[in-house]
């Protein structure tokens, strides 16, 4: 069947048949057509042959795991948006995909609607929506994961650089503890000071030796950017 105008093709890369048939199914109503790929190998082949819209890719794959397809396709200058689905949960393993270039990481079991906004939402990003952010002199590729203020490049741990991309992608208005708890560690309970402290080593980051505060607390509510 052919697909309807403005459908968003997707790459999808999972060597559960059953699951990709059953997401492929879902997003087919939601005007987002898949092709398949059931290992690592078939699916860079596939992405470096083809263009998408979007890639959605295991971590755990046969031939070639996620990661290492991750870090091929960046290396050969693929961009679309990668969207990684794993039943990892653990912060090591977020991090580890965001450092090979996925766009965003969703655990498994997901809810379907909310893997079709994420879709829809990296791909309005990366079409025509500018990757670069300024607030004040503060300046943030989200592309390149890259930082600077005032020209001086900052220096951010994977964890601080995750706590940056969110506070940006929602500046001015404010994001919760919870909320930045759970763009780190997913569902898993973090230790009580664990936030705390990843926001004070990025705080440094972002107001020494500067003037102007960029990271503000908004007292019983949470933390925005804002100049």
Known sequence: ???????????????DMDLAATVGDYLSFENIECDYAFNGQVGLD??????????LLDLTLPKVDGLTVC???RAQNVTCPILMLTARDAVSDRVAGFEAGADDYLIK?????????????????S??????????DLEV??????????????????TGWILLEQLVRSTPNVLSKQELERAVWGDQVPASDSLKVHLYKLRRQLQRPYETQLLHTVAGHGFALRT
């Open 1 to 15: 069947m052919p697909m309807e105008m403005n459908a968003l093709l997707v790459l999808l890369i999972e060597d």
């Open 46 to 55: 596939s992405a470096l042959k083809n263009q998408y819209d979007l890639i």
């Open 71 to 73: 870090e091929q396709l």
């Open 109 to 125: 079991p997901f809810a379907f609607p909310e893997l079709a906004v994420r879709i829809r939402a990296l791909v309005r990003r």
């Open 127 to 136: 079409k025509g929506h500018s990757t670069s952010v300024t607030i004040g």
């Open 141 to 158: 590729n989200l592309s390149a994961r890259q930082a600077s203020r005032a020209g001086r490049k900052l220096k951010l741990s994977p």
